[in-house]
Nanobody, 121 residues
């Protein structure tokens, strides 16, 4: 089993930056994704960090967000810059040894509890 804990969510002004961290324990993780969700909306895939080291981003965040990871430390990051009010959401870390393709993106077994990001205009 994998336990995921996100941290770093905060209230920030539009145009500002924020860094989220996801720490995994239980098993080694070499691939993961970031999702976000706002009340009443479907969960949205934000970024993926693949096992080959490549990264992928949703169109809404491309060029503004950067996903990275320290495999040895089982820790993953989402650097967010030029934040917009539309980025306001609960951000979730998603990882695990088993993945399934949901639409165009991978979803993994385990989820963190989420961390709130609020961007004020």
């Amino acid at each position: 089993q994998v336990q995921l804990v996100e941290s770093g969510g905060d209230l920030v002004e539009a145009g500002g930056s924020l860094s989220l961290t996801c720490t995994a324990t239980g098993k080694s993780v070499n691939e993961m994704a970031w999702y976000r969700q706002t009340p009443g909306k479907q969960r949205e895939w934000v970024a993926g960090l693949m096992r080959d080291g490549s990264t992928r981003y949703g169109d809404a965040v491309k060029g503004r967000f950067t996903a990275s990871g320290d495999i040895a430390q089982n820790t993953f990051y989402l650097e967010m810059s030029n934040l917009e009010p539309e980025d306001t959401a609960v951000y979730y870390c998603n990882a695990g040894p088993i993945r399934k393709l949901i639409g165009l993106h991978f979803e993994y077994e385990y989820w963190g509890q989420g961390t709130q990001v609020t961007v004020s205009s």
